[in-house]
């Protein structure tokens, strides 16, 4: 009988920040040591009147090495952090940040202009801004009452 990797937290981006954590220790502790931990950036979603913004912290990752991409209503985001080896840094005696590639999808409204999506990188934070279309935007109408 063959033996079957068992893997219950195979997608774990909808994950509590604290449940995420805790997949993160689990698969430390039952992995190789010697290859990169599984990781993926914390991500703030918020909405103005105008449009959505994503902000993910991606600190050590070259604006290069992130892919942005909107398709079938699905925004993903896609990138690596290079773990540098130098002969000058041989003895690690902790290492606790993550490197190698993640991946984060998010579901996006139908009412997002997905022609005009910018992404703005400072300070280790990806921000994309999502424009909303003409129709989602709130319009103040003044309603005229009758005094009968």
């Given amino acids: 009988m063959p033996v079957v990797k068992y893997a219950p937290f195979v997608d774990t981006d909808d994950f509590p920040a604290g ?10 502790l039952f992995s190789d040591q010697t290859t990169a931990r599984p990781w993926a950036p914390s991500v703030d979603i918020f909405e103005t009147d105008n449009e ?4 993910a912290d991606v600190p050590g990752v070259d604006m290069k090495d992130i892919d942005i991409q909107i398709e079938n209503g699905t925004l993903s985001l896609k990138g690596e952090r290079k ?27 139908e009412t997002v202009d997905s022609e005009n999506v910018k992404a703005d990188y400072q300070g280790g934070v990806l921000t994309v801004t999502l424009p909303k279309k003409e129709i989602a935007k709130p319009k103040a109408i003044k309603v005229q009452v009758n005094n009968n």
Wanted: no cysteine; glycine share 4%.
């Fill in 83 to 109: 773990f540098e080896r130098d002969e000058k840094s041989k003895g690690f005696h902790r290492q606790e940040r993550s490197y190698g590639t993640f991946v984060r999808y998010f579901t996006i409204p």
């Fill in 52 to 55: 959505l913004v994503l902000k």
């Fill in 19 to 28: 449940l995420r954590l805790f997949q993160d220790t689990v698969n430390r």
